[in-house]
């Protein structure tokens, strides 16, 4: 199975600030016939269901606000929040479909000082 | 709008059997592949099952593997998860979510609580 580690478990910023949080696969997650990678990020808001942020790990999902930054390749991932709001209180997941057993990350909590 | 509403949970006993329903709307159902996503309270997600747009093709984790059954009816744009053998670590908040093909979830339902204990 692939293993999904991201870090930090949580983090506390302020509104305004920029945010980076990591995920790094076991195997890469680039498909080399079509050069995507096979990577997700969802937010978790609190009582909510997940929703998805961004896939193919740099896309961003129609009506994301542009301050979610997806980039990475192969194994290591990151989710940049450019400018913290009050409203990104959640947990962070990133998600491999790669391969089955599609698996997650641990998450990153998301802490508004 | 999509809207996928999941219902059947509820607290059954280890051993026992129960069905989950997710009634889609809002797209062309049979258009898309679907799956099911767990996650334990206070904990992080797990996937489940997925079933291809016809039902031919379905996938699971080993952990539910020969007891869990996902399928699906296009005429009524419903998804289902049989699950049987419940075990305690079975408990969790079920998802219903949509996929194209072998991607990610991109919308998911409000979730039913599922709890296996005697």
């Known amino acids: 199975d692939i293993v999904m580690t991201q870090t930090p478990s949580s983090q506390a910023v302020s509104a305004g600030e920029k945010v980076t949080m990591s995920c790094k696969s076991s195997?890469?997650?680039?498909?080399?016939?079509?050069?995507?990678?096979?990577l997700a990020w969802y937010q978790q808001k609190p009582g909510q269901s997940p929703k998805l942020l961004i896939s193919w790990a740099s896309t961003r999902e129609s009506g994301v606000p542009d301050r979610f930054i997806g980039s990475g390749s192969g194994t290591d991932f990151t989710l940049t929040i450019s400018s913290v709001q009050a409203e990104d209180l959640a947990v962070y997941y990133c998600?491999?479909?790669?391969?089955?057993?599609?698996?997650f990350g641990s998450g990153t909590k998301l802490e508004i000082k | 709008e999509v809207q996928l509403v999941e219902s059947g949970g509820g607290l059954v006993q280890p051993g026992r059997s129960l069905k989950l329903s997710c009634a889609a709307s809002?797209?062309?159902?049979?258009?898309?592949?679907m799956a099911w996503v767990r996650q334990a309270p206070k904990k992080g997600l797990e996937w489940v099952a997925t079933?291809?747009?016809?039902?031919?093709?379905?996938y699971y984790p080993d952990s539910v593997k020969g007891r869990f059954t996902i399928s699906r009816d296009n005429a009524k744009s419903s998804l289902y998860l049989q699950m049987n053998s419940l075990k305690s670590e079975d408990t969790a908040t079920y998802y219903c979510?949509?996929?194209?093909?072998?991607?990610?979830?991109?919308?998911w339902g409000q979730g039913v609580m599922v709890t296996v204990s005697s």
């Open positions: 809002g797209f062309t159902f049979s258009n898309y592949y």
């Open positions: 079933i291809s747009t016809s039902g031919s093709r379905t």
């Open positions: 979510a949509r996929t194209v093909a072998i991607s990610a979830f991109d919308y």
């Open positions: 195997q890469s997650l680039l498909y080399s016939e079509n050069k995507k990678n096979y």
């Open positions: 998600e491999q479909y790669y391969d089955t057993p599609f698996t």
